[in-house]
């Protein structure tokens, strides 16, 4: 399956603006956390990569990284959008105290797959790059506002990600 070209500044409909504000609720960030990481894996390929777009929701792709510490395959379905060709990727954990798990995955072995697609992820570090991409994550989901005003709080910055093709 390719992966879906999601591009940050595309108008969106009722339906997705619907799905936005349901998911930016305390149930379903934990909906997100807990559960959703088990079963939307396996939708995606059930759907040929149409799910969650036939549901009107953020698009999502599993990603394939390394343990850092096991160096065992491991897989998340995690929400991207496009800068130019390059998927970005945005370590929010929900807005949490930590940074997810592939976050240090990708730190220590940066070869990755995102849906059927190989790359090699870079953190984005620049400040003003970092600004502009976590604009454009806003725009494909408001959530990620939230999240940035939860992490500021505690003193973390939330993690991009910027992968190019291998």
Not at 88 to 109: E, Q, R
Request: glycine share 10%.
């Amino acid at each position: 399956m390719p992966l879906r070209y999601v591009d940050p500044n595309r108008k969106r409909g009722p339906l997705y603006r619907a799905y936005v504000r349901i998911s930016r609720t305390r149930l379903m960030l934990a909906y997100g956390l807990r559960i959703a990481p088990r079963i939307d894996p396996w939708l995606y390929r059930a759907t040929g990569g149409r799910y969650p777009a036939i549901l009107g929701a953020v698009a999502s792709a599993p990603l394939m990284t390394t343990g850092a510490k096991s160096g065992q395959p491991r897989e998340v379905q995690l929400t991207y959008f496009h800068d130019g060709p390059d998927p970005i990727l945005i370590a929010s954990y929900g807005g949490g105290p930590k940074h997810p798990n592939w976050y240090y995955n990708l730190k220590a072995h940066p070869e990755c797959q995102l849906g059927d697609e190989r790359f090699v992820a870079t953190e984005v570090t620049d400040p003003d790059e970092y600004a502009r991409l976590y604009g454009l994550a806003e725009q494909v989901f408001a959530g990620y506002g939230d999240y940035r005003v939860k992490t500021a709080a505690i003193g973390r910055q939330i993690p991009l990600f910027r992968l190019r093709p291998r």
